[in-house]
Nanobody, 115 residues
Framework: QVQLVESGGGLVQPGGSLRLSCTAS????????MRWYRQAPGQERELVAF????????NYGEFVKGRFTISRDNAKNTVYLQMNSLKPEDTAVYYC????????WGQGTQVTVSS
């Protein structure tokens, strides 16, 4: 059974940090490119970050501007999103996404940035 399970979300003050994790099972994780998306209430889902299969290639949404870092550990079947200097506008549900021949989605984890 394919699963992507996100964790690490929560409530954080502006300027704070969170580290999201997404652990995969049921497919060959190392052959899938991975992405983090986010969706705020009333808005479309948007791409936050991309990482290639080996971890050497990464790309980020314009709004990230050096604040977030995506990484992966293929030995642990896990992709991470380190988020620093968080802003209230980063509040959203964050989803991980795996793409190869098939596309898989996690259930999402809520990130709330508020004082």
């Amino acid at each position: 059974q394919v699963q992507l399970v996100e964790s690490g979300g929560g409530l954080v003050q502006p300027g704070g940090s969170l580290r999201l994790s997404c652990t995969a099972s049921g497919f060959t994780f190392s052959t899938y490119t991975m992405r983090w998306y986010r969706q705020a209430p009333g808005q479309e889902r948007e791409l936050v970050a991309f990482i290639g299969t080996s971890g050497r290639t990464t790309n980020y949404g314009e709004f990230v501007k050096g604040r977030f870092t995506i990484s992966r550990d293929n030995a642990k079947n896990t992709v991470y999103l380190q988020m620093n200097s968080l802003k209230p506008e980063d509040t959203a549900v964050y989803y991980c996404n795996a793409v190869n021949v098939y596309t898989y989605w996690g259930q999402g984890t809520q990130v709330t940035v508020s004082s």
